[in-house]
Nanobody, 124 residues
Framework: VQLQASGGGLVQAGGSLRLSCEVS????????IGWFRQPPGKEREPVGC????????NFADSVKGRFSLSRDNAKSTVYLQMNSLKPEDTGVYYC??????????????????WGQGTLVTVSS
């Protein structure tokens, strides 16, 4: 069972990036996927999540209106589109299976597995 985040990089403020979370070893369609980030020197914080089934999403107030989530279950991949990036969006981004406490519906119990993150750096 693995979750692999990718797509990070260096971008100027106001720019965009699309992160991918590719999963293996389980059927993505049954799981809600959450994205989290850890800014330098700070604790990990939630960014948003996408439900299994209808794909409804929920986002932290800090990214609402700028970030969006989508999923392609056939490709076992969830995408985090980040627009209008700000320096405070800098951090290591992780994906994980999540449960209802994060505001998303899931058909399967979260596994508590974290994948390797991807670094996003937004310059001012």
């Amino acid at each position: 069972v693995q979750l692999q985040a990718s797509g990070g990089g260096l971008v100027q403020a106001g720019g965009s990036l699309r992160l991918s979370c590719e999963v293996s070893g389980f059927t993505l369609a049954y799981y809600a996927i959450g994205w989290f980030r850890q800014p330098p020197g700070k604790e990990r914080e939630p960014v948003g999540c996408i439900s299994s089934g209808d794909g409804t999403t929920n986002f932290a107030d800090s990214v609402k209106g700028r970030f969006s989530l989508s999923r392609d279950n056939a490709k076992s991949t969830v995408y985090l589109q980040m627009n209008s990036l700000k320096p405070e969006d800098t951090g290591v981004y992780y994906c994980a299976t999540v449960g209802p406490r994060w505001g998303c519906k899931t058909d399967a119990t979260p596994m508590g597995i974290w994948g390797q993150g991807t670094l996003v750096t937004v310059s001012s």
